[in-house]
C-alpha cells in the first residue's frame, strides 16, 4: 500500500516561508484530488488547500494570498508554498491524495511559527 510523507516542515520566524512536500512511497496515478489540511493541538483538522487533476485550487480563507499548492510528479505529487506565516499557522501539516480507489493520508510534519 502507498505510504505518503511530508517533508519540509520546521520552526520558522513569522513573516517567514516554509515549502512543505509529499513524497509518495511509489507513484500514484490516476490522482483525482489532493489537498492539505493541518490540526493544532485540542482542534480538528481543518483543510488548508486543495487542487485537483485539472488544477482547480481551493483554499481556506485565512491562508489564501500566503499560500499556494501545487502538484508535482507522480512520487511527490502535491507541494505547499507557504509565505508571511503567522504563529495561528502552527500545527501538524497533513497531505493527502484521492485516487478513484483510495484515499491516502500522510503522517504529517510540525510546522512551528514563533520568535
Known amino acids: 500500500q502507498v505510504q505518503l510523507v511530508e517533508s519540509g516542515g520546521g520552526l520558522v520566524q513569522p513573516g517567514g516561508s516554509l515549502r512543505l512536500s509529499c513524497i509518495a512511497s511509489?507513484?500514484?496515478?490516476?490522482?483525482?484530488?489532493m489537498g492539505w489540511y493541518r490540526q493544532a493541538p485540542g482542534k480538528q483538522r481543518d483543510l488548508v488547500a486543495t487542487?485537483?487533476?485539472?488544477?482547480?485550487?481551493n483554499y481556506a480563507d485565512s491562508v489564501k494570498g500566503r499560500f499556494t499548492i501545487s502538484r508535482g510528479n507522480p512520487k511527490t505529487p502535491v507541494y505547499l508554498q507557504m509565505n508571511s506565516l503567522k504563529p495561528e499557522d502552527s500545527a501538524v501539516y497533513y497531505c493527502?491524495?484521492?485516487?478513484?480507489?483510495?484515499?491516502?493520508w500522510g503522517q504529517g510534519t510540525q510546522v512551528t511559527v514563533s520568535s
Open positions: 493527502n491524495v484521492e485516487t478513484p480507489v483510495y484515499f491516502y
Open positions: 511509489e507513484s500514484i496515478f490516476s490522482i483525482n484530488s
Open positions: 487542487i485537483t487533476s485539472d488544477g482547480s485550487t
